[in-house]
Nanobody, 129 residues
């Protein structure tokens, strides 16, 4: 059974940092995308960032415009884990953050939720002003 377990959420003041982790168990995701989405109250789930291994020690990542320059995604294939380093947090970053994993590359953009086969339960990130 495949499971994605997120951790690292919490309450932080504006301008602060948090680091989210997502560890996959049950299978590896060496060829597909792993990504982060978020959902604020009353809003649709939106893309944050995603990463895909494209060669030995080479990764490709995309970021949503609101988080570019502030958030960084990285991965540890050996531990089947992806990280999201969030700096300069803003109150508008408050949301439940979900980890997602894709079994193998598809025609879907990595920015689209439909591209992903597995989802974590989510971790709450709250940024106070």
């Amino acid at each position: 059974q495949v499971q994605l377990a997120e951790s690292g959420g919490g309450l932080v003041q504006a301008g602060g940092s948090l680091r989210l982790s997502c560890t996959a168990s049950g299978r590896t995701f060496s060829s597909g995308n792993m990504g982060w989405f978020r959902q604020a109250p009353g809003k649709e789930r939106q893309f944050v960032t995603a990463i895909r291994k494209i060669g030995p020690n080479t990764y490709y990542a995309e970021y949503a415009d609101p988080v570019k320059g502030r958030f960084t995604i990285s991965g540890d294939n050996a531990k089947n884990t992806v990280f999201l380093q969030m700096n300069s947090l803003k109150p508008e970053d408050t949301a439940v953050y979900y980890c997602a994993a894709q079994e193998s590359p598809s025609t879907h953009s990595m920015r689209v939720a439909a591209a992903y086969n597995y989802w974590g339960q989510g971790t709450q990130v709250t940024v106070s002003s």
